[in-house]
């Protein structure tokens, strides 16, 4: 991987977050029956940022847990070896509830896909929402996120690399690199 550009330093992604967050509750009238699942695996510390930034902006806590959707993919039966599942933990009863799925990019929305058939496994909320930090587009199936924290025109060949603290040990941070 070569790294081309920075896109976003930590105090932007802090402050996409701290939007996004702001986001959530104006849409949702508040916090009462949000659910945040984090799609493994940069997506359960953005997923945790949010619900502390609800905390703080609002006094309120929201449920976070995080899914894996390596077994609902489209594209498992490409794979030569097949994948470890790895684990899904849903702390509360998903059923009526307003489920907000929180992910690093969205490029082609197949795994936006497989994480709303995860999610459809372990109950029937009332609404699914999904918030993004990165859209760079390029987009396969008909999948729109509900929330974004920049939009990054990408060509195909390039990719976004998303550091999160938990995750890295870095801090956060968005860059443009090739293959």
């Known amino acids: 991987m070569i790294f081309?550009?920075?896109?976003?330093?930590?105090?932007?992604?802090?402050?996409?977050?701290?939007?996004?967050?702001?986001?959530?509750i104006e849409r949702d009238?508040?916090?009462?029956?949000?659910?945040?699942?984090?799609?493994?695996?940069?997506?359960?510390?953005?997923?945790?940022h949010i619900a502390a930034n609800i905390e703080r902006f609002e006094g309120a806590s929201v449920p976070v847990g995080y899914i894996d959707v390596t077994l609902y993919r489209d594209d498992l039966s490409e794979m030569t070896d097949l994948p470890d599942a790895g684990e899904t933990h849903i702390?509360?009863?998903?059923n009526g509830k307003?489920?907000?799925?929180?992910?690093d990019v969205i490029f082609t929305g197949r795994t936006a896909r497989a994480a709303i058939e995860a999610v459809f496994k372990h109950g029937r909320p009332a609404l699914i929402q999904l918030a993004v930090l990165i859209d760079r587009g390029h987009r396969e199936l008909p999948i729109r996120p509900d929330f974004v924290g920049k939009n990054i025109p990408t060509a195909r060949d390039e990719l976004i690399a998303v550091t999160v603290p938990e995750t890295d040990g870095e801090p956060y941070g968005v860059k443009l690199c090739e293959r």
Do not use: F, N, Y
């Open 4 to 24: 081309k550009s920075e896109i976003m330093t930590e105090a932007e992604v802090t402050r996409s977050l701290a939007r996004i967050t702001h986001e959530i």
């Open 29 to 48: 009238h508040g916090t009462q029956g949000i659910v945040l699942l984090g799609i493994r695996r940069r997506g359960l510390p953005l997923a945790k």
């Open 91 to 94: 702390p509360v009863d998903l």
């Open 98 to 103: 307003c489920c907000i799925l929180v992910d």
